[in-house]
């Protein structure tokens, strides 16, 4: 490898204490992380870094916690980069771009300085940039608008605040980012809140089995009225890009893995609202509309608005609390993705050439983390001093589906980034911060309707 290149790199193995040591070498703010090969899988900042420290994060961290996995790069052949690029990259402050060849790994960096017309410079704002997120308080919502925002986006949440404003207050009175509180089966409110959008990511509904078995007639009235009263706004008010986060519970059960095209079997009231809100956005076939349905696989790690309610973050909390694992059967298989890169896949979406987007359904995810859940049980106990592993007699969850994601790899380019590992060791650190603790009674949806419901 070349000298020059190595002070532009980081090995992903180093702790965030290495990768201040090596800021002092490259004096340019940002690193590259890469894997063994030399093939990139993220960028960090000193800022990055600084904001790490300053939120108590130990520097013994990976430096993958920390770093963006989603960085911009070019292949090998780019072509000039032509005005409406230098004006995105402008706009998002990149100055180093990462050449990456056919396997991904780093040949060259290109640096900017220069090369960006003063026009560009003062131009303002790039379009496709004001994006509303429905749900963006919650779980992934929470994420994803941060990480927009990072990214420059305009970023207004709409949400009816079920479980509390904890996770986006902080962010109350940050330029480029604004709240609407308002429930989607209000259109009034809904419509308020589609002025001067550009693309909207549909999150906000009731989300999970026991929380959706509840109030059934709710649950529908939310999921399928809520979510057809913002496509048909989104519609009317001409915006294009339509981004619904659907779940690979569609798939229910089967021993085969599922694909895009595989027939679906959903098993609870949560996973056929999906299906049918899938079918409704799909099924329209009006110009100039682009939705693009995304199936996540089974979301873990640590988010602003943290659920213990989803299998993996459950385990560990009661790897803390209980200080043991209780499984029921353990032979399910479950698609894990981390919340991070949940959202990492959608910005993706936002920033794919519309051309590209057909009314498709993607799967969100990466092969290697479709795992068994004694699996998972093993991987955590392993993270938490060998806690041991009980398993129950019975079994009420009936749910095992293992699902393929070379869609989002081709079309997308679309790689996750943080194993299961990872983003447990990051979960544990949060719980061992005793970070949980001021949230826990609004971290299981269940819990916090049923709470409502008894009021
Ligand atoms: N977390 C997962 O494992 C997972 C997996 C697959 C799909 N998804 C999908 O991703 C989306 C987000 O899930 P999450 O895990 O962040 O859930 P979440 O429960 O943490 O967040 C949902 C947010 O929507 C808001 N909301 C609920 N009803 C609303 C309404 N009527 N109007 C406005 N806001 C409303 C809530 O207040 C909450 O902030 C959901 O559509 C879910 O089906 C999640």
Redesign the pocket.
Known sequence: MKTQLKKWLIGANKTVRDTLAQFEKNKKGILFVVDKEGRLLGSVTDGDIRRAILQGKSVRLSVRIVANPNPYSLRKKYQPLDTSTLQFLNDNNIMYVPIIDENRRIIDILSLHGQIPQKIQTNGQSKNNRVLV??G?????SVLVRLLLQRNYRVRV??????GDSSIRDLYGKKKFEHYI????NIVSIREAMENIDTVVH?????GDPACSLDREYTVS?NYG?TQNVLFTAKNMGIKRFIY???C?VYGFGEKKFHEESIPHPLSLYART?LECERLILSDTIKNFYPTVLR?G??FGWSF?P?FD?VANFFCLSAVNKKKIILQSGKQWRPFIHVQDVARAIIKTIETPISTLDREIFNVGVDSLNVQLNELGHIISQEFDGIPIETESTNDDKRSYQVDFSKIKKKLNFHSTITLKEGIQDLKSHLEKGEAKDILPFSS?LQVLLKEEKE
Do not use: C, M, P, Q
């Not at 308080?137 to 919502?141: H, Q, S």
């Not at 709409?158 to 479980?163: G, H, I, P, R, T």
């Open positions: 429905t749900g308080a919650g779980y992934i919502g709409f949400d009816s605040l079920l479980y308002g429930d989607t089966r999150l906000g509904e009731i989300v939310v809520g986060t659907s779940s519970s999906k996540l089974t979301v608005r659920r989803l949806n």
